[in-house]
């Protein structure tokens, strides 16, 4: 009875193992053809698409067949032909192989195994009931806050209701959809995860819109609220990076590309329309916040100065006003 020389296991496009193979002697052959040892269903592979065996110096080697595709082994390109010594080394990493469509691993009998990996390390975020639960009661706080600001005092407790239900819907459509995406791609819900994620972005956004238009009121810095998209595009592509943590767990960094990308191509969007339609980088000046007197800082402008940059702005005005008659 021989004993188990490697084992080559075909993998999914998330990594997970669908199918494995003992190789129990060598030469291995895999293909199309049905007298291959591993026989694939891939109409981009050869009839013999690779043949590993031992060489003349009896080191192990990958001949890649007659194929018009070749194969990537360990990212490396390999034509029609060509011949690798394969890493066997104790140490040495399994192989990693694609033909065609297929993406195989080629584990070795002397290559040591990795480490046993704990249950839930990769996301901790799918963790701990209580901490959602404070990020809940918080977001549910700013929500009730900013509908009393904003609503008449006889109907808030109907405000109340309404905003409470918008957000639950809302809340808990866009978890879903993200639920969604995770069970398809990995099988598994996530739900605790995104509902997390979507909190936490929640609330940085409030905090965002509160600091800034705070900072504005205190230090008379009115043009700090022209650029609050910029730190809401940082908000949302970190939202999307961690969202998509949960459904594409083995490529962070195609996943932080991707959302790295779309904040920045929301952030250059913006800003070409804010010059398009305004001739500025910034948004147009809007500040509804109206804080106490006390959390003032700068000094209050004179009346007098005031009255005269009043009087000032009049001609700008009347000079703009020209301009566009003139055009007209």
Do not use: C
């Not at 004993?3 to 003992?22: C, H, I, N, P, Y």
């Not at 591993?38 to 981009?44: E, F, I, K, Q």
């Not at 918008?166 to 879903?176: D, E, M």
């Amino acid at each position: 009875m021989s004993s188990t020389l490697a084992l080559l296991e075909v993998l999914d496009r998330d990594g997970v193992v669908r199918q494995s193979v003992k190789v129990g002697a060598w030469p291995l052959r895999v293909g199309r053809a049905l007298d291959n040892d591993l026989v694939l269903d891939d109409p981009h592979t050869a009839p013999e698409h690779l043949r590993i065996a031992r060489d003349d110096s009896g080191q192990l080697a990958l001949t890649v067949g007659d194929s018009v595709n070749g194969l990537q082994l360990n990212g490396r390109t390999l034509a029609a032909g060509e011949q690798v010594v394969l890493p066997a080394g104790p140490h040495d990493k399994p192989v990693s192989l694609v033909l065609g469509r297929t993406q195989l691993r080629l584990r070795l009998a002397t290559q040591l195994l990795a480490p046993e990996q704990r249950l839930g390390t990769a996301r901790v975020l799918t963790q701990g009931l209580p901490t959602l639960l404070v990020l809940a009661l918080a977001a549910a706080l700013v929500l009730g806050f900013n509908t009393w600001l904003d609503s008449e005092p006889d109907l808030l407790t109907k405000s109340l209701a309404s905003s409470a239900i918008s957000a639950l819907a809302i809340g808990f459509g866009w978890a879903g959809v993200w639920t969604l995406l995770s069970k398809v791609f990995t099988h598994q819900a996530h739900f605790g995860w995104h509902l997390r994620v979507m909190l936490l972005a929640v609330l940085a956004w409030e905090a965002l819109m509160a600091g800034t238009s705070l900072l504005a009121f205190a230090f008379s810095w009115p043009w700090i609220t022209d650029f609050n998209f910029v730190p809401a595009y940082a908000i949302l592509g970190a939202m999307l990076y961690f969202h998509l943590q949960a459904v594409e767990p083995l490529h962070p960094r195609r996943t932080l590309g991707f959302a790295v990308g779309s904040a920045l191509t929301g952030l250059a969007l913006s800003l070409w329309f804010n010059v398009q339609a305004t001739d500025r980088v910034g948004s147009e000046l809007y500040m509804n916040h109206l804080f106490p007197p006390a959390l003032r800082v700068a000094k209050p402008m004179e009346v007098t100065d005031f009255m005269q940059g009043a009087a000032g702005l009049q001609a700008r005005v009347d000079a703009k006003a020209k301009k566009t008659d003139a055009e007209d």
